[in-house]
């Protein structure tokens, strides 16, 4: 993997804004940032990333099956006890995921780490899809890449397949904080992907959705929500107003109830718990686990310095790990590696396609996306990003 | 890749940002506490600021009575 400077369109600020890609800079500071891009080759995308995103995902997905069945997990993830049932139903239901984004820490040499799983409420994924291959396709034109550069880049096409098996005839409601132009965006361009796949559709705010005395979720115009795509995490909903109302309403949501458990930090530890030593994933413990086995270092003398050290890791994984998690290893991992990845999961199938530039030693919410791009017969991308609120994406 | 595949946008972008439900994009002038949202009608309305999910003021429904404000 390497990062290679490049020129930068000269006009990318309006080609964004006629697309729609009004979030291109946030808070004054570039989110899109292609002056640069990083090239793979063909076996680092396909057996490098894309086989161990296959192999992560099988292995939260085990957790997941694990974790429905076990009471003691669902109460280490802090998840409220009225909601197991929801979410168990969900899974035992078999309920589709359409998508969902594994953030890993890689450098092209050893295996690819996971940091995080975005699983719930994944934003970039119009970056991704589309805004990174409008500029592949213009540095080609304008001879900023060679012209046998290509991209490892299918997101498009297999998010309408995905929207067509979904939809089955629905309508699909998406729902989402809409104040915010990056969760509109993203919105936006999944109500397209939908609507090519054949489906009616109605974008509405979240707190818009309303409630009807015969049990179900409505919209303004009163239209029954049967199906809704919601790019609004469930850790929220649970707690919001109608929150409650979730448990009987006969709605089916994108992503299911059942994500609710990957979509949690604190499956980091318990992946580490199911697989440990596993060489996609870093160390990561639950807090009060990491105290009691941190003290048992620290009684035997000659491994202080070691626990020592790691305590000092979790402390810097703590800014991103929070709420009683932490990955020791995560904020090391970090300081090294120049990009992150980000490894797709779209309908259950493994895509590879976006990279951040941390801004700092460790993966926070204020990173750029950068082009993703591969070199012959390699594959190229590019982008970047930089969430405005904090919510789990 | 390349070679076989197009990437077409059929709502997004201002070609068809107007007119399609795709007005999402934020604008001001609402004043404090209230935000421009698009309405049933197509125009735009001022509403409070995010609630959450049933955090708005009309989120309850009577069944065939239309909306029952305030909550009930």
């Not at chain 1, 609004?232 to 448990?247: K, N, S, T, V």
Request: aromatic share 10%; proline share 6%; hydrophobic share 40%.
């Amino acid at each position: 993997m390497q990062r290679l400077a490049c020129t930068e369109r000269g006009d990318w600020r309006s080609t964004a804004e006629q697309c729609g890609f009004d979030f291109h800079t946030i808070d004054g500071e570039r989110y899109w940032d292609e002056r640069a891009y990083y090239a793979f080759t063909l076996d680092q995308i396909e057996h490098q990333i894309e086989q161990p995103t296959s192999e992560i995902d099988a292995m939260c997905l085990e957790l997941v099956a694990h974790a429905i069945e076990d009471e003691r997990t669902l109460r280490r993830l802090k998840i409220p006890e009225a909601f197991w049932p929801l979410i168990s139903e969900s899974w035992y239901r078999d309920d589709a995921s359409l998508y969902g984004r594994l953030d890993l820490s890689y450098d092209g040499r050893g295996p690819p780490k996971l940091l995080e799983y975005n699983a719930d409420t994944p934003t970039s994924i119009f970056e991704t899809a589309v805004f990174q291959w409008t500029w592949l396709e213009q540095a080609i034109e304008r001879q900023i890449v060679p012209a046998h550069a290509d991209q490892f880049n299918s997101i498009h096409e297999r998010l309408i397949e995905a929207w067509k098996k979904l939809g089955q005839g629905r309508h699909l409601h998406l729902a989402g904080m809409t104040e915010s132009s990056e969760d509109a965006g993203t919105l936006a361009y999944l109500e397209d992907a939908a609507r090519q796949a054949g489906l009616a559709t109605t974008g509405i705010d979240i707190e818009d959705i309303g409630w009807r005395d015969d049990g179900n979720f409505v919209d303004l115009d009163e239209r029954t929500i049967e199906l809704a795509f919601k790019l609004y995490p469930w850790e929220w909903m649970f707690h919001d107003a109608f929150g409650a109302r979730l448990i009987k309403a006969p709605t089916r949501w994108i992503e299911p109830p059942w994500k609710a458990v990957l979509s949690n930090k604190g499956i980091l530890a318990l992946l580490w718990e199911m697989f440990p030593g596993h060489p996609n994933l870093l160390p990561a413990y639950f807090e009060d686990d990491f105290l009691r086995a941190q003290a048992a270092l620290f009684a035997r003398g000659r491994q202080c310095r070691a626990g020592l050290r790691r305590r000092h890791a979790c402390e810097a994984g703590r800014a991103i790990w929070r709420r009683g998690f932490c990955a020791p290893g995560a904020g090391a991992a970090a300081e090294f590696f120049r990009s992150i990845p980000g490894a797709w999961e779209l309908a259950d199938r493994p895509h590879p396609l976006r990279a951040l530039n941390p801004r700092g030693r460790e993966p926070d919410h204020r990173q750029q996306f950068a082009v993703l791009a591969a070199r012959h017969p390699v594959k190229t991308l590019s982008a970047s990003r930089s969430p405005s609120t904090a919510r789990p994406r | 890749m390349k070679r076989s595949r197009r990437v077409v946008l059929t709502m997004m972008g201002t070609a068809a940002a107007g007119a399609v439900s795709m007005s999402f994009v934020p604008r001001s002038g609402c004043g404090p506490g209230l935000t421009v949202v698009p309405g049933m009608d197509g125009k735009p309305y001022c509403r409070a600021t995010y609630g959450g999910f049933g955090g708005a003021p009309h989120r309850f429904h009577g069944h065939g009575h239309g909306h029952a404000h305030g909550g009930g």
